[in-house]
């Protein structure tokens, strides 16, 4: 099995097909800014399988637009409606 380096030197090349659902094609597609940090960690949640962040409100899955507030000492997060 191929490591971490040489993936991303094969796809560096052309060799390998850069693939923003795998960690070395979203790290590379960050790089040349061909994607946002937002969509690089909303992949590396949707590759890990973790539970989606929802509006503590309405439990709408939240989006890249929401509100977060401090209370308690607690970060609670809210879809903008």
């Known amino acids: 099995m191929p490591t971490k380096e040489q993936i991303e030197e094969e796809m560096e090349s052309g060799d390998r097909e850069e693939d923003i659902y795998t960690e070395e094609g979203?790290?590379?597609a960050e790089e040349?800014?061909?994607?946002?940090?937002v969509e690089e960690g909303?992949?590396?949640?949707y590759e890990g399988g973790e539970a989606?962040?929802?509006c503590k409100n309405?439990?709408?899955?939240?989006?890249e637009d929401f509100i977060e507030s401090e209370v308690n000492g607690?970060?609670?997060?809210f879809c903008s409606e």
């Open 42 to 45: 909303f992949m590396e949640g």
């Open 58 to 63: 309405c439990k709408k899955v939240l989006k």
């Open 32 to 37: 040349g800014d061909e994607i946002t940090n």
């Open 74 to 77: 607690e970060v609670i997060k």
């Open 52 to 54: 989606s962040a929802k």
């Open 26 to 28: 979203r790290e590379l």
